[in-house]
């Protein structure tokens, strides 16, 4: 359904840069997604960016002695630099990279968070900053659109997250986002995620994008009954999926139906980075103990280097071998700051000056070097695209060609990662570009929050339930779980109710079939049923091998509570069809909707901020 509020705005936080947009929409029918991404506003100069045009911002954050923020983005790299090369940044934090700290365990091999400070390492630690970025998106776009005479209510949000976050990570981007000042309504507040945001604007605003085999080449993805898969190579994580084109009477409105398996993991470009600290400059400085005083005493010349590799990094090339392998182009070479005269010994200048086209004062990154950093990242990354192909060819059919597969995100603008590709997969997969790889994820958010719907349907990653009574059986269920309630009714406990299948389909906007329920007592104001995942189809208990508490769903029987007892019926329905879950319950007699709340469990909720 197109947006009823008149501006649309989207903020793409990512683990490296962050940034917004919006459009208007217009009236009630809409301009179409090809007019509206054509009227986008996107910023793409930034404070402290040195005059250069980038629809991000540095996803970055420096922290006074304090703890308080004092300066985001590209600033903050600024005044860090300054406060390091002055020798006042001791009990400063220089932190990037914390949105990854969202998720427990997304930092384990990632870079160091925080700068001579507390690393940034869960979720209780991440959330503040991630509040604190939020609000800053909010308040730019916030200016810009009221000085456009709009006003804040009459914005719809959309949020990114990547793919693979669960329920909980996902709750806790809504709680942040709220608390950072957008609406708690879910009609106002929508979270996308990464790849589905990608695939809209790759498929509506572009009728064709730019092949990665062959520069001079097109591939269509826009036909209806045409497929691909996207490959969305952030900073923190890599996220795939894959969708099918379903034609509509408007070719301009052609929506998407997905066919593919949501997988990824922690693969993004970051992890290149942190690997080569751990197996290169490590190595070439002297050990670990050296590279942890250079981050204490000159942590402003240790962000030169990186800023150095990763300039590096995405300048690698490589080209096929005989053998059908690749052979890196060259070397990459980091010339090293001169603030690091003092911390280096002559044994390591020595070392880094007896290397091939090394010197005292450059470290040379080999071409083997080079291919084992990459092939950390992309080894994992070619395994999920192969097993994507396996889920799309299982679920929708053999291909009828090459299948299409379609890199966005910072990291694939690498061609090393692209050749990689294509030397595995040959003639099989097509790969393809998008002219606007950075942006695609946050122009195809602002589409996603002007028509939801343009998504038609998804598949459950898990089969979703509560714990309920049923029943009593007594040649299946066992003595532990029977319990006797108002009314002698004799029951079972803690049996699963089931309100989707893993791998179901759902359609966006519909919801579960109404699931009726009694309160068990006469004096029960409210009841809350604990919910649960499974990767099994159809478990009896909630205590089988596999189930998982995930959260809890509350509904208040407020008013019904007047009725009689055998009228306190409730009807509960839970959506799955978008990115998030959502749930309603109404009285089955009067038809009120009654208050329900259906919240995740998280590290930060059970209080691990203190």
Not at 199 to 212: N, P
Not at 232 to 237: E, V
Request: net charge negative; hydrophobic share 40%.
């Amino acid at each position: 359904m197109i947006s009823p509020y008149p501006i649309v705005a989207a903020v793409d936080f990512g683990t490296h840069g962050t940034g917004y947009a919006w459009a208007e929409v217009g009236d009630e029918h809409g301009p179409g997604p090809r007019e509206l991404d054509r009227h986008t506003q996107i910023r793409e100069q930034w404070d402290g960016g040195r005059g250069g045009y980038y629809p991000k911002d540095l996803t970055t954050v420096l922290l006074s002695p304090s703890g308080e923020p004092t300066a985001w983005g590209h600033r903050a790299l600024l005044e860090w630099t300054a406060l390091a090369r002055s020798g006042r940044h001791a009990g400063h934090t220089y932190a990037h990279g914390f949105k990854m700290a969202l998720k427990p365990g997304g930092t384990a091999g990632a870079p160091v968070l925080g700068i001579t400070g507390t690393a940034i390492d869960t979720p209780a630690k991440a959330y503040p900053l991630v509040v604190g970025c939020l609000r800053r998106m909010y308040e730019l776009v916030r200016e810009e659109v009221e000085g456009s005479a709009y006003l804040e209510r009459q914005i719809r949000w959309c949020v990114t997250i990547p793919a693979i976050w669960d329920d909980a990570e996902k709750q806790l981007m809504r709680d942040a986002a709220v608390e950072a000042g957008m609406p708690a309504d879910h009609d106002r507040l929508i979270l996308a995620r990464e790849p589905e945001a990608a695939a809209l604007y790759c498929q509506i605003h572009l009728a064709r994008v730019i092949s990665a085999r062959n520069e001079e080449d097109t591939a269509e993805i826009t036909r209806a009954g045409s497929r691909f898969m996207v490959v969305d190579c952030g900073g923190g994580t890599v996220d795939i999926t894959a969708y099918r084109v379903m034609g509509t009477a408007d070719a301009d409105r052609r929506r998407l139906v997905e066919i593919g398996k949501v997988s990824g993991g922690r693969l993004g470009s970051e992890y290149i980075n942190q690997a080569f600290v751990d197996d290169v400059l490590t190595e070439r400085l002297g050990g670990r103990h050296v590279v942890d005083r250079i981050r204490r005493e000159r942590p402003d010349a240790l962000l030169e280097v990186m800023q150095a590799w990763e300039s590096g990094k995405t300048s690698v090339t490589a080209t096929p071998a005989a053998d059908g392998g690749l052979t890196i182009d060259q070397p990459v070479y980091i010339t090293l700051p001169r603030d690091l005269d003092d911390l280096l010994t002559d044994d390591v200048r020595k070392g880094l000056a007896a290397r091939p086209g090394g010197s005292a004062s450059r470290v040379v990154v080999s071409t083997e070097e080079i291919r084992r950093l990459f092939d950390g990242v992309l080894k994992g990354l070619v395994e999920l695209v192969d097993q994507q192909l396996a889920v799309m060819r299982d679920r929708d059919g053999a291909p009828d060609g090459p299948e299409r597969v379609l890199l966005v995100g910072g990291l694939s603008g690498a061609q090393y990662l692209r050749r990689r590709l294509h030397a595995h997969f040959g003639d099989k997969v097509a790969l393809v570009r998008t002219t606007n790889a950075v942006g695609a994820v946050l122009r195809g958010a602002v589409l996603l929050g002007y028509d939801p719907e343009l998504i038609v349907s998804r598949r459950s990653r898990y089969t979703y339930g509560c714990n309920t009574a049923l029943p009593f059986d007594k040649d299946r269920d066992p003595q532990d779980k029977r319990v006797v309630v108002d009314g002698g009714r004799v029951m079972c406990t803690d049996r699963f109710h089931r309100f989707v299948r893993v791998g179901d389909t759902v359609d966006t906007g519909s919801t579960s079939s109404p699931w009726p329920f009694y309160p068990l007592r006469q004096d029960q104001e409210r009841v809350t049923f604990v919910f649960f995942r499974t990767l099994a189809a159809d478990p009896r208990y909630v205590d089988d091998p596999g189930c998982e508490r995930i959260g809890s769903l509350d509904v208040a029987l407020g008013a019904a509570m007047s009725l009689p007892f055998a009228q306190r019926q409730v009807e509960v329905r839970l959506g799955f069809g978008g990115s998030e879950i959502t749930a309603q319950a109404v009285n089955t007699h009067t038809g009120a909707e009654l208050d329900t709340t259906l919240r995740f469990d998280s590290s930060y909720d059970r209080g691990e901020l203190a």
